[in-house]
Structure formats: C-alpha cells, structure tokens
DNA sequence: CCAACATTTCAATACTCGTAGAAATATGGA
DNA sequence: TCCATATTTCTACGAGTATTGAAATGTTGG
C-alpha cells in the first residue's frame, strides 16, 4: 500500500456515518449485507448511504454484488490489513519491539483507557 | 478506545503531511524529534506544521515536551495500538479467523498489490 | 535588557465534504 | 407491459479544512 492509498482509506473511515457502516460490515464478516439493511440499521436515508458507500469503495474498503435488487456490501479484510500494516511499517526505524506492546498489533482487546484533549502537553 | 476518538485519530492521519509527520515519528521513536526537524525533513513551513502537529496531538497520537528552543515531538504508540484495535474489534462478529489472515494483524510486509478505482464494482 | 532563534497564534481565503430532496436506473413479479 | 421495490445519480447548500502571511510568545546567550 502507498502512501495515498493509505490517506485515502484513512479519509474514508475517519467519518462516523462511514467508521459505523464500515464496523457493522467487519462484524457482519465475509458474507457481508445488504445496503437496505445497513441503512435500517444505522438509520440513514438511502442517498446518504450510497453516497458513503461509494467512499469506502474508492478506498478500495469494501466490495459490491448484486443479489436480485438488493446490493450485498462487504468488507475487505486485505485492505484492512494492508492499511494496519503500513501504519505500523518502520515503526521504531525498524526495532518494533520499542513501540509494539506485544511485539505485534493484533489480539489486543484490553482497552478502556480514556485520554483526551490536552491532558498531555 | 470509543468511537469518536476513533474519528478524530483516523480524521488526524487522513491528510498528507500529517500521514507523512506522523509515520516519520513512528520511525523516530519513543525519543521523537524536534518540530524543526520534521519541517525541515518534509519541506513545511512552521506555522503550517504546527497546525498539523496541534491536530496529532489533540487526537492524542502524539506527545509534546520542550527542550531548550525546541518542542520535542514523539508518537504514541499506546493510542496508535488501540486505533488498531478498534479498527479489527469484533471481527466478523467474534471470529477473526475469518477475515485476518494470520489470525492477528502485525509483522505484515508482504503488501505490494494496486487495485484502485471501480475495479471492483 | 536586547537581539537572534524556534515555534505558535491570528486572520483570511480557496477548497472539499456531508447531507438530503428529487429524479433516474435496475430488478422482480402480476 | 405496468407497478412496486432497492439503490443510485443529480443538484444544491452549509460547514469544516488546509494553507499562508504577519504578528506574538517563549528561550538562550552576551
């Protein structure tokens, strides 16, 4: 992944209408789901999702099929990971176990910190 | 990690020169390096740099301390783990096996493909 | 205290994005 | 063919973003 693809996909997440849409399809795994349902779920009207939709395609984050007249969106695990990896890529000019807890991301879950605003400077 | 932070750190990365700020002190490492350095190595004019470093560090990617004339930056690495976590949360709804490769993001390199536009669709 | 240095704050401008109403397209069934 | 369903495309508008010139702030040393 290069650089603009990467700012790209990060652009298509960094959205909540979209970073949900995209959750739900991660979760909904492989299979995917239809639009009409992501809509219902997230309560968005028809236009609005699509428009979105069509971002997370561009970002090359999700995959499109018909099936009669609903189009099944799905999410694309490839990219996900490409993008993870190049966020991480030469992390510590090559020494990741400076910076990566685990020695890798991933498998991670034990979160619920909360910081924020100029809590650091 | 809650979701509008999740916005507001992917929101941070998704543009340019902040990637590009960001990615150069991740290979910096835990010691950062000097706003002057990053402006000087990206070719930024220093206010323009400081607009982008005051977005990293609201979204809390990044840390700041003075050292003598110059402010020290350094990415941090524990906000930048829990993006990733929360990005692969709840993966195909409990079950990453199906959608992450080698059951857990991280040590990836092996990226190199281009696919871009409506090759998809 | 003053001058040089490093970085930030302020103000203004061009640009892109998110949203939704209305109309168009595509599919399935009577 | 005609209608209902599912989704997309067109159009327009308000809001937020990136950028830069100019001025301000904080720091070091003479």
Redesign the interface.
Known sequence: ???T???IA??A????SR??TY?LL?????EGMPAGEVAAALGLPPNTLSFHFDRL??A?LV??RRAGRSMIYA?R??????L??????????G?PE????S???????P?G??????A??
């Open positions: 992944m290069e650089r693809d990467a700012v990060l652009a997440l960094a959205q909540d970073l949900d959750r991660v979760a909904a795994g492989p395609r561009q090359g995959t499109v999410a695990f490839d990219t996900m990971n490409a993870l990896g190049f966020l991480t890529d030469n992390c510590c000019g020494k400076k910076c990566l807890p020695g890798a991301p991933g498998k991670r879950k979160q910190g909360k910081r924020r605003e100029k650091d400077a």
